[in-house]
């Protein structure tokens, strides 16, 4: 579901790696795009049908309009059908439909100092952090995990005389004294520093298993797809949710998420992945108990939060913020 719906032309298509390509995005007529923040991500109309989510690869001006939109895409030769419609049929010169951008997974304003891990395609939210960080002054450090130097993307971007002393590389190829130890990176949290990781779904396993004795609201992730096996275990029952704000009762079915109940009833409840990772659906709750199946809030905000796209209830109803 989308809120608003933007036209752009596809102005510029970069080879970074032999997986992964680079697409800069315009208004078709030279129009400013709307503003975002590092994190962000706009929703991707792809041909064939596909909706996919991906990240702003780079930092735009914060609350001013943007010329262009920067995504990086890679070819998943076991995904679901969008990256290699990208690859297979979007030219340069095509006119594509997206969302305005949307964030979920913003930098902590509060925080002291923070450290970026990137992992793959999981560098297109921490690049545009960086930069972003970069221009506030802010004290930072991005490690770039990568299989080699041919795999990884945004070398030149990485490569920016100002940015290049904050970042760190670890290529898997490379002699084990050249390589990132998370468990020694990981080991000691400096006062006020906040985690933020992306990438494929090992990845995130290692460096939350490394990471695993820090504060929970500290550490902050982004997926891309839902881990392998996810929802395999669970059974959906039907439950009843209540909207405190409105007064009402909502039986979602068994063979329907929340989200769907929702919307059968005419109520806008925005959704965008409808996989539990990108934050879209997620709204507040203040009585019941979640099943939660999502993978993008922390354990704390599962105690006061729930994505509507795929959580459900335990036992008895789930009140929530609508």
Request: glycine residues 10%.
């Amino acid at each position: 579901m989308l809120d608003r719906i933007l036209t752009v032309r596809v102005s510029r298509i970069t080879r970074e790696t032999a997986e992964i390509s680079a697409y800069e995005l315009t208004h078709p007529w030279g129009r400013p795009l709307p503003p975002y923040d590092a994190g962000a991500h706009i929703d991707l109309h792809v041909p064939g049908g596909f909706m996919r989510q991906y990240s702003l690869a780079r930092a735009g001006h914060q609350g001013q309009h943007c010329s262009s939109y920067l995504i990086g895409v890679k070819r998943e030769a076991a995904g679901r059908g969008g990256s290699a419609a990208l690859h297979g049929r979007v030219r340069v010169g095509d006119l594509l439909a997206i969302s305005a951008p949307r964030n979920t997974f913003a930098l902590h304003a509060g925080a002291q100092r923070h450290l970026l891990l990137a992992g793959g395609i999981g560098l297109t939210p921490m690049l545009a952090m960086a930069q972003q960080l970069l221009r506030q002054g802010a004290d930072f450090t991005l490690c770039v995990f990568a299989r080699s130097r041919e795999h990884l993307a945004f070398g030149q971007a990485l490569a920016d005389p100002a940015l290049a002393p904050h970042v760190r590389l670890h290529f898997d190829s490379a002699a084990d004294d050249q390589k990132i130890d998370l468990a020694e990176l990981l080991a000691v949290r400096a006062p006020g520093c906040h985690m933020y990781m992306c990438g494929p779904e090992g990845f995130m396993g290692a460096v939350q298993a490394a990471s695993a004795h820090w504060p929970d609201g500290c550490v902050h992730l982004e997926y891309f797809a839902a881990p392998q096996g996810a929802g395999d275990g669970g059974s959906n029952e039907a439950f009843t949710l209540v909207l405190a704000r409105r007064g009402v009762s909502v039986a979602v079915p068994p063979d329907q998420t929340a989200a769907q109940a929702l919307h059968d009833l005419g109520l806008d409840v925005p959704t965008s992945c409808e996989q539990g990772i990108c934050g879209t659906c997620v709204v507040g709750y203040a009585g019941g108990e979640p099943e939660h199946r999502d993978f993008c809030l922390s354990a704390t905000e599962r105690k006061y939060k729930i994505a509507l796209c795929c959580s459900r209830a335990k036992s008895g109803p789930i009140t929530i913020d609508l």
